[in-house]
């Protein structure tokens, strides 16, 4: 099994996870969330929606508010709307990496999106080493041996 190593928050839409043996993946939080391993979203995705219904899209939905090391095997993720989504272990998250992992031009083009948006990005550090905060359970995390 795959250990991860850290996990760091780029911005609103990415975030990058770094793997034990080089993998180093950044994928969108969106595709995080749809992944949520929650009993709620597990039956959610079991009974897709009526297709002719507008899907709805919650505010904060594919926006985290909060990353919680779990022990020493998964992680939780609280979304900005509130839904805090069970425990992601490292396979499922390996998984999501493996799949979704954005190429370079991608990240760029996602990166200045997220650049452009006025909102102010609260709780994290977007990567700037100076203002990262490693005693703030809403900032970036070094998953320790
Ligand atoms: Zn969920």
């Not at 989504?85 to 954005?102: K, M, S």
Request: aromatic share 6%; proline share 9%.
């Amino acid at each position: 099994m795959h250990k991860l190593k850290g996990i760091k928050r780029l911005n609103k839409f990415l975030i990058n996870m770094k793997w034990d043996d080089g993998l180093d993946a950044t994928v969108k939080i969106a595709e995080l969330r749809k992944a949520c391993p929650c009993e709620e979203c597990g039956i959610a995705r079991n009974n897709p929606p009526n297709p002719l219904a507008l899907p709805v899209i919650k505010n904060g939905e594919f926006e985290i508010e909060k990353v919680e090391p779990i022990g020493n095997y998964a992680l939780k993720f609280t979304y900005k709307d509130g839904h805090d989504g069970g425990y992601y272990t490292w396979d499922l998250l390996r998984e999501i990496c493996e799949a979704n992992a954005l190429p370079p031009d991608e990240i760029e083009r996602l990166e200045a999106a997220a650049n452009s948006d006025p909102t102010p990005q609260s709780n994290h550090c977007s990567g700037d080493d100076s203002k990262h905060d490693p005693d703030d359970p809403r900032c970036c995390h070094d998953i320790p041996d």
